[in-house]
Structures are given as C-alpha cells and as structure tokens.
C-alpha cells in the first residue's frame, strides 16, 4: 500500500533512532539518505559539489550543557547581581533565577576570562572554551525523561537531561535552559548575502553567531535576564521554524562559533526539544521581486542516471522542501550538452554548465535530470501569482514544494518512473515558454524549494537543455474557472468563465489544423457571450456557446473581454452517429474534507480516468461539485483539472450546490424546462 507523504516523513523521523549505525554504512560506500535517495559518496572529478550546506541534523557534532549549569557563571568579569552564584545561597536567591529559586548551582566547565564577551552571553564568544562539555549530533530533546514521540514523529535522537537533580529540588523539577555550541567553515565570505536556516525548537530558542544574536522564536517579551530562566511557548510539539539571516557581519574567514540557547516554558513542562536542521548559504529575498535569474540562481542537480527517489514509494519525494541533496553537483546558469560537449543546440542556446550526457561509456543518453533551488520569500500574502520564463529540451516538470505548477512537452500520460524518456513532441531546438503560476498556495514564508524534472525524448537523444531564465511576482491572469459544456446537440459546446475585465465578452474558435505556429487563425469564428457581476468579487462571470461544430474534428479556442484574449486551449469533439462514451461522477464535493486535498484527488482522478479512456465525450458530475454553495475556492478547486479545457461536463445540482448564484455562474445548464421547479429546485439533490 502507497503510503503518504506525513507516512513517509514519520518513517524518515523514526529511521533516526537507527542513526548508530550511520558510521558503519558510510564505511560501506553509498548510503540511502533519509529520503530514501542514494547518496554519491565519491564525486566524479572535477564535480563541483554542494558545499553550502553548514549545518545538517545528521552531519553536526555540538558540544552541550544539560545538566543545569549556568555556561556564565564562571566569568570574573561579569557584573555581580543579588542571586548571582559568586554570591547567592537558598537563603537569598532570586525567584527568577531557575537555579537559585532551588538553592542548587552549577558552574560551567568552560574557562573564558580571555574571552571578548562578557556577562551572561560570555559562552557565545568564539573563544570561549567548551572543552568539557557534552559532545553529540541531534536531534536533542527527552518526553518525562526519556527517548519518546514528542508529537509530529519528532523523536529525540540524543537524550537530555530533564530534570534538576539535588536533595532541596521538587521532584521531577525541568531544567530550565541548555546551551549548545558549534564551529562552521566558511570561506570568501564576501560573497555570501544571506544564511538560510531551519529549527525544530521547544519551547524557546535564541542563536548566536561568533556571539553576536542572529534569530529568536518563542522567547517572552523582554527576553531573558539570566541563562537559567524558564519562559517560552509552551508548545504541545516541537515548532518548526524556518528564518534568513542577512546581516553577516560577524562572520569571519575560517571557523566560525554557532551557539543556541534552548529554554524550558515552566518548572513543570513534559518535554523539550532542539534540531538544528539546517543552516546553509542561500540568497537574500529580493526587494525586485525577481527570485530566479540565469545568472544569479545556484542550481543543485542530479545528471548521473541515478533516480532520487530509490527507495521510496513516492516518485516526487525529492521535489520537497525536507529533502537531502546536499551531495548533488551545483551550478549556474543554462544547463545542457550536445552530443556530450558545450555547443549550440539551435536557435542561440548554448548551455554554461554541461550536464553528463550519455550513460557511463555508452552513447545511450541519461534520461532524466533533477534540478533544485530554495527561495526566501517575505510576506507571501501578497503574492497573487508568479510568472516564470523557461526554456528546455525535450520535456520538463516545474514543482513548488512539491506541487506540480507546470508540465511541457511531456508525453500523454506523464511518467510512471523518474528515469524516463519521453516528450509530447521531440524538439530539434529547445522550446522557450512563458508560464503564469496563478495558484500560489503551496508558497509559505520563508525558505520555498523549486524543483524541476528535465527528460529526454530518447535513448539516441542528440542533445538537452534546460534554463530556468526567471521567476518572479506577476499579476494573476484576467481569466480563470474556464470550462465547457455540452448543450442542445453534439454540434454545440458551453464555455463559461469569469474574468475581472468587466467589458464584452466573447469566444473565438477555429480548427486547430488552421493554426500558424503559436498564433491563433485568422479564420476563427467568434460568438459573443452574456456577462453578469460574478460571485466572486472583483470579478465578472461570462457565459457562451460555440455552434457549428464538426465531428471528430480538433478545434482550439480562446475566451476573451474587451481587447484581451486567454490562452489558447484546445478540445476534440467525437463521432456523432455511432454512439458515444461519457464518465460520471459522484459527489466530487470539494471541501468536504481539506479544500487542497479535495483538489489534488480531484485532478488525480480526473487525469487517471482520461488516461484510461481517451476517447470520452464528456463528464457527468451528479452533484455537489463544492461543499460549501458560495465557496470559490471550491469551485477553483473543481475547475483546477486541465482535463476540464478540453472535456465538457454535464452538471447536476446536488444539496451542497444550491443556496448561491455560484453554481449558475459557473455552469450552463442545457435544454431546461420549467416543468416540476420549484423556488427549493436544488436543495433536496446529490
């Protein structure tokens, strides 16, 4: 049985308490990475290989404090205060501070008076010594003193101490803070702009580099006065965190000292948890709005054969953000070979970076590339949509944290394997497409990974290419929810959309023999359509019916209002005297469980179901497309399926349609008689 993704994730999780043995396995030669992807262990020569990546839950060995000791509390030169433990007793403690409210110190290992730091944040200095610490990789944490499920699959793989131990301290009292140092290599510092990192942390967390802050999350307001002090979020499971560092001063060429400080919420918190996931060099968000560029976006990519989804049972796996490829080559700019060697490949295209063309010594071509990058992004709310400029050889899938947001050139039916080859069309120079991304819900704040799947159309392939030339903030379309709908006969086909340009309406359709390139034929028929304030607001519905149509004929059409046309789209009508196929459909009803996990199996099913039966004439849905009447999301949700631009449908009103003019808005409805209807038509249906 297939599992999901959140399986997959907690099996990764869970995997970690196995992470013993990982010494052993790289011993051996290639290891599986947590998501199931092979790890080259030996580069080619010459490769250059990822190297930004500076910190990995795997990788990273910390030195640590767990056993409530106070990393500052042998530092001469810090200020005295009442409580301090130079001078506090049980007596006179402070309340505020964890240790003294129990009368029980500490003092840290760490000698530090050459140290540049003082006060309570001496341990963070660079030079700060930390040789009698703890020393382990993470994750670290511990659930009521032991290794356990802190929620989410978040299992510690190094146990900390939990709680206070002394003869005058309350039984199972939490420690109230630890205290976490490492060193990072960093070279040529001048030409890193921005550090992208990602935590888990409970319940408070602050990171310093070379003793300088660079980040906080879930730190009460006003911060914290002493190292052993209790306060933060009190979480029920560890938060996971993703931030930009873009204020670099304090870096330096060579080792640099990264140190975290991880607080407990209260006295009597169940758990605590800490996983530096990640700190790598990334590129700061751009105030252009421009994320992607030929010249300026590092690509991590896989060209040597290998599927980076092996072991798993999903194929887009690597295509998500929490995946591990730290071990893929890097390059910039476009990305190709011709017959094994730099050259042009028509048209102008000349790859920079020369991907591996042929399999080991053969002249049988690769067939398939995997490319990734990170994006930051800030304030993702006010992104209505991206537009993205691509050119590639033969065929290619663009994910966004792993949704799928475009697929060129790529055959019928897609791909059942990575390694695959295949095109809709061989091409002889590489196609360059425009591509606006009007659903940006995948996007989040923060760190967004782009992925892109690159194929080749044969085994005797003479060339490939790929170029990701921009990607940046756009205007959503003027037009959305189109689709179409059988009417009185097979001669005639509805096409409904709504539009926020408020002008006339109409659509123009001509044979798709008759196009010219990429330009739509002069000889088009065009058929005006009636216009009405849509549900949505902001927007205008428009309704249509194209006429005189042929059998078994490809048509293409476009749907416009004022000047402005849509792109163009395509369907086939069939036979029209020996019968006809149709699909039904029950209950589709978006939204009745998650509105995006509604979609993502709706426009499975719809895709499987055309896979298995082209020729179909049209859907059936019915009832109750949407859960929610008046829901546009919904409904953009049932109308997202590509099948549903060339596929008309035949819509039935179901219970959880009615109550709103969205549904009329969005469908057509043939041949209707007013026998039988009632005011309540509707409610009663699906």
């Known amino acids: 049985m297939k599992k999901t993704f959140k399986e997959e994730m907690m099996s990764v999780k869970l995997k970690r308490l196995t992470a013993l043995l990982l010494s052993a396995c790289l011993a051996a030669g290639n290891i599986t990475t947590a998501f ?9 020569p010459g490769a250059r290989v990822r190297t930004s990546r500076l910190i990995s839950t795997e990788e990273t060995v910390w030195r640590y404090l767990d056993d409530n000791t106070d990393p500052a509390a042998a530092d001469d030169t810090k200020e005295e205060t009442p409580g ?7 007596s006179d403690a402070s309340p505020s501070n964890a240790s003294a409210k129990y009368g029980f110190y500490r003092f ?22 930390d040789s009698g610490w703890k020393e382990a990789r993470g994750s670290f944490g511990a659930k009521k003193g032991e290794i356990a499920d802190l929620g989410d699959g978040l299992i510690p793989y190094t146990l900390l101490a939990q709680y206070i131990e002394g003869p005058d301290v309350a039984e199972d009292t939490d420690i109230p803070a630890y205290f976490f140092r490492t060193t990072i290599e960093l070279e040529d510092i001048d030409s890193i702009s921005a550090l992208n990192g990602e935590i888990f942390y409970d319940d408070a967390a602050i990171i310093y580099i070379n003793g300088e802050e660079v980040h906080r999350a879930g730190v009460p307001e006003g911060g914290y006065t002493q190292n052993l002090e209790y306060g933060g979020t009190n979480a029920g499971t560890p938060i996971n965190n993703k931030f930009q560092i873009t204020d670099l001063s304090m870096l330096k060429e060579g080792s640099n000292t990264v140190s975290v400080e991880l607080h407990q919420g209260r ?3 169940s758990d605590i948890y800490f996983d530096f996931c990640s700190l790598e060099i990334g590129t700061p968000a751009s105030e ?46 476009s990305f190709g070979a011709k017959k094994g060697a730099i050259a042009d490949l028509g048209g102008g295209y000349i790859p920079d ?26 304030d993702v709310s006010d992104l209505e949509a991206l537009e993205a400029e691509i050119a590639y050889d033969d065929a290619v899938i663009v994910y966004i944290n792993g949704k799928n947001v475009y697929e060129g050139q790529v055959p019928e039916g897609g791909y059942d394997k990575n390694l695959a080859y295949g095109s809709a069309n061989g091409l002889s120079a590489p196609s360059h497409d425009t591509i606006t991304i009007n659903d940006v819900s995948m996007l989040r704040d923060g760190v967004n990974t782009i992925a892109v799947e690159l194929h080749q159309d044969r085994a005797g392939s003479s060339d490939i290419y790929f170029d990701f030339i921009s990607l940046k903030a756009a205007q959503p379309k003027p037009f959305k929810a189109i689709s179409l709908g059988v009417w009185n006969d097979e001669t005639q086909t509805a096409v409904t959309w709504y539009s926020s340009i408020g002008e006339d309406g109409k659509v123009r359709i001509a044979e798709k023999a008759d196009m010219d390139g990429d330009s739509f034929p002069e000889q088009a028929f065009q058929f005006a359509a009636e216009r009405a304030e849509a549900n949505d ?18 048509y293409v059409y476009q749907v416009g209002a004022g000047e402005t046309w849509s792109d163009i789209y395509e369907f086939t009508t069939r036979d029209y005297e020996n019968g006809f196929n149709f699909l039904l459909a029950g209950d589709p009803q978006i939204g009745a469980g998650s509105t995006d996990t509604d979609t993502e199996g709706w426009q499975n099913t719809l895709k499987t179901a055309m896979k298995a039966f082209p020729e179909t004439s049209f859907l059936i849905s019915a009832g109750d497309q949407v859960n929610t009447a008046s829901n546009e999301a919904q409904y953009a949700g049932y109308l997202s399926p590509k099948e549903l631009l060339s596929l008309p449908t ?12 969205a549904y009329s808005q969005h469908f057509q409805v043939p041949n209707v008689s007013s026998m039988g209807m009632t005011e309540k038509t509707g409610k009663f249906g699906g």
Do not use: C
């Not at 840290?108 to 010594?129: E, I, M, P, Q």
């Not at 053969?362 to 990734?372: G, H, I, N």
């Open 108 to 129: 840290a290992a760490g000698k530090n008076k050459a140290s540049s730091k003082t006060g309570r944040l001496v341990w963070t200095s660079a030079d700060y010594d």
């Open 650 to 661: 035949a819509v039935n009103v179901g219970n959880h349609d009615a109550g709103s003019s």
């Open 267 to 269: 006295a009597n918190s």
């Open 353 to 378: 970076t020369l991907l591996k063309h042929y399999i080991d010594d053969t002249k049988t071509a690769v067939p398939a590339y995997f490319f990734r990058t990170d994006i930051y992004l800030n």
């Open 537 to 554: 607001a902001g927007f205008y519905s428009f309704q249509a019916v194209m006429t005189g149509l042929e059998p078994d004929t490809d």
């Open 84 to 90: 301090s433990p130079s001078n506090a007793s049980p």
């Open 36 to 44: 199931g992807a092979p790890v080259q262990q030996d580069p080619e």
């Open 288 to 333: 252009s709005d421009e994320f992607i560029t030929t010249e300026g976006t590092v690509w991590n990519y896989l060209e040597n054969n290998t599927d980076p989804a092996e072991g798993s049972e999903d194929r887009t796996v690597w295509t998500y953000p929490e995946f591990a490829d730290e071990q893929w080559k890097s390059g910039k700019g």
